[in-house]
């Protein structure tokens, strides 16, 4: 299928300031949604004094942020190509703020578990951003829009951790929660007055039956994979789980193959193109998690080990922060690929670079400013690689179905993240050492997660390459975009 674009004449002139403007509110929601929701990593360890609970209780202030993100990025994403994305935008950011004022106002775990799973009903910010962009701007202009709006995710997880350092060692633990409000509403706030809503919809009913089950099976595969470490492999519970899976599953993927309105339309997901770039996301969720979980560990391990390089929480976010400036920075030299060679070209060059990245990491681990170095070039890969992801995707859907299917690329990247997360967890529970009664990681531990991260890398590469090339043909809109209409006449 064709890409839509508003029509050529349109992309002869220089785009409006208007939707310069726009540009950078999206992107900056991006970066506001990511430090959202990194903003709680500091205090994951003190919640259960700061709370009055179990440590195992007081993790699913994590786990339910991830399992309702998972659940909210397709959903949001179909709502939006039926009922208006800038809608489900707003929606979904005023989601972010009501969460952060209970968890601003919360000194026990139940409200704070709410909380934390109304922010992650905000994690569809990013493919809606994504869609809108595609729909209002001009052709030229798409491919480094969309990898500055993909590459705030990385810049809002690499601020998080060192402002959520600062904000604890020097205030209550509640100022982490009103600064998530307060950002919460500035980004309301530059939704409805720079971004317009879409006029390419799908219409027709929500398919309630469909998400249902996806929820339910996607629920049972994420609880299952990041909580089995904890609750046991072979436990009832984990095996329970994956039971419900192996039902649910494909007994929903029949059901979306015979409704006249799935959630999630099959048949066009298995086309070549976008199932192996979902696949292709799918690794790329593998890469990005490995070395947050690695190099952290390593940063902050005592000196005395022979490997740690015994840093503060503060300093190790610092040292952190840069790979999200570069993947913001890199994102226009990725965008001029993808416009001149194709955004296949960019996922492969990307995930290269990835991989290569990870086994300099690998060497790369007795310093500080090592580490920087090796994580910018991981950095790079992933900020060229991500950007050319929905690139891929909506070079093989209709506008109007493209926040759905953009929606569920990320969503294929959040299951990447978390089978990471568990694998990571597994590995670095059984390559221990003893350190005065303190089980820690080994540093070949360490170094077996920055080798899942070059497998990762690899992978994705493979997928890229399969991916069918294909020669985009501009076609005008079905409609041409009355928000792009509207945005040039500001």
């Known amino acids: 299928m064709s890409r839509t674009h508003p029509p050529a004449a349109r992309t002869q002139n220089s785009p409006p300031p208007r939707l310069d403007a726009m540009v950078a509110a999206l992107t900056l929601i991006g970066i506001i949604g990511a430090l959202t929701q990194t903003l709680v990593i500091p205090i994951v360890p003190l919640l259960p004094q700061l709370l009055d609970a179990k440590a195992s209780d007081t993790a699913w202030a994590v786990t339910a942020t991830l399992l309702c993100g998972a659940v909210a990025t397709p959903v949001t994403g179909r709502l939006g190509d039926m009922y208006g994305k800038r809608r489900m935008l707003l929606l979904g950011i005023c989601l972010m703020l009501v969460g952060s004022v209970v968890c601003a106002l919360s000194d026990s775990l139940p409200p704070m578990i709410v909380g934390r799973a109304l922010q992650g009903l905000a994690a569809g910010v ?23 709006m993909v590459g705030s995710l990385g810049v809002g997880a690499a601020l998080g951790l060192p402002v959520s350092a ?18 919460s509403a500035v980004s309301a706030g530059l939704v409805v007055l720079l971004v317009p809503e879409s006029r390419a919809r799908t219409g027709g009913r929500f398919d309630l039956t469909g998400a249902a089950g996806m929820a339910l099976g996607l629920v049972c595969l994420l609880l299952a994979v990041s909580k089995g470490q904890d609750w046991g492999w072979g436990s009832g519970t984990v095996l329970s789980l994956f039971a419900v899976v192996v039902i649910v599953l494909p007994l929903w993927g029949w059901f979306q193959l015979r409704t006249p309105q799935p959630l999630v339309d099959l048949r066009t997901t298995a086309r070549p193109q976008i199932l192996l770039t979902n696949l292709a996301a799918l690794a790329l969720g593998l890469v990005l998690f490995s070395m947050n979980m690695a190099l952290p560990q390593l940063l902050q391990m005592p000196e005395a080990t022979g490997y740690g390089l015994g840093k503060s929480l503060i300093v190790t976010g610092l040292v952190m922060a840069p790979q999200g400036l570069v993947m913001m920075a890199v994102s226009p030299y990725g965008a ?64 109007s179905e493209t926040a759905a299917a953009n929606g569920l690329n990320a969503l294929m990247r959040s299951i990447g993240t978390t089978v990471s997360s568990a694998v990571a967890g597994l590995i670095l529970a059984h390559m221990t050492t003893d350190f005065h009664g303190v089980h820690i990681p080994t540093e070949n531990g360490l170094r077996a997660v920055l080798a899942l991260g070059v497998g990762a890398g690899v992978l994705t590469f493979t997928f890229a390459s399969l991916i069918p090339r294909r020669a985009p043909t501009e076609v005008p809109a079905p409609a041409e975009s009355a928000a792009a209409k509207a945005a040039g006449a500001e």
């Open 126 to 148: 990013v493919p809606l951003g994504v869609s809108i962009m595609r729909e209002v701007l001009p052709a030229e202009r798409l491919p480094a829009a969309m990898s500055a």
């Open 166 to 183: 600062v904000i604890v060692d020097n205030f209550d633990w509640h100022v982490l929660f009103w600064v998530s409000a307060v950002l």
């Open 336 to 399: 001029r690929i993808t416009k001149s060679k194709g955004p296949k070209v960019t996922l492969m060059i990307g995930s290269a670079i990835v991989a290569v990245g990870y086994l300099i990491t690998m060497v790369m681990m007795s310093g500080v400013w090592q580490v920087i170095v090796a994580s910018c070039i991981v950095a790079t890969g992933v900020g060229f690689a991500y950007g050319a992801l929905p690139a891929l995707i909506m070079e093989a859907v209709p506008v």
